[in-house]
């Protein structure tokens, strides 16, 4: 306003000494990077959570109590319910363009590696879990998966993978 009544260098001063200092209220003090990790960790969150009620209900249907422990066995019956591989799919991004098959044998073999290289005839969910979550970011951001399994679940690492649940 003042500019347009030709008291630019005016318009200028209020501007550098008043304005700039005085900043919306919130601007200056929210933590981005916290908010990125915030969401991200309720995503995993929710991820978990709906992967767990499957792999009860997976279980169950199959008249075994879950007990928190997959047997390496029991991976083609996990991978084959259509809710479960839904999900997993649904974490995928869409301009990935993987077919679904891909993603599962991906993944039933990056398990089953991890399994055999530790000599593990089952799994433990969180351990699971966490490897899933590597495989579906692993598209989001290409790199190899069995890579990832060795690199970040080093031996006796399963029992102390770090997840919401």
Do not use: K
Not at 26 to 48: H, N, P, T
Request: net charge negative; with cysteine.
């Amino acid at each position: 306003m003042l500019s347009a009544l030709g008291h630019g260098s005016i318009s200028e001063a209020i501007t550098a000494r008043f304005l700039r200092a005085f900043r919306h209220p919130g601007e200056s003090y929210i933590d981005y990077v916290a908010l990125l990790d915030s969401i991200f960790l309720q995503q995993q969150r929710l991820f978990e959570e709906e992967l767990w009620r499957h792999v009860q209900r997976v279980s169950q249907s199959s008249g075994r109590e879950p007990d928190g422990f997959i047997s390496v066995n029991e991976l083609g019956t996990l991978f084959s319910d259509p809710v479960i591989v839904g999900l997993l799919m649904h974490e995928i991004p869409e301009c990935a363009g993987i077919e679904e098959s891909a993603v599962l044998h991906r993944a039933q073999a990056g398990i089953r590696q991890h399994c055999s290289d530790r000599r593990l005839t089952q799994i433990e969910f969180r351990c699971l879990a966490a490897l899933l979550l590597r495989l579906v970011r692993s598209y989001a951001s290409p790199g190899d998966f069995s890579s990832v399994c060795d690199s970040e679940l080093e031996e006796g690492a399963s029992e102390t993978i770090s997840t919401i649940l």
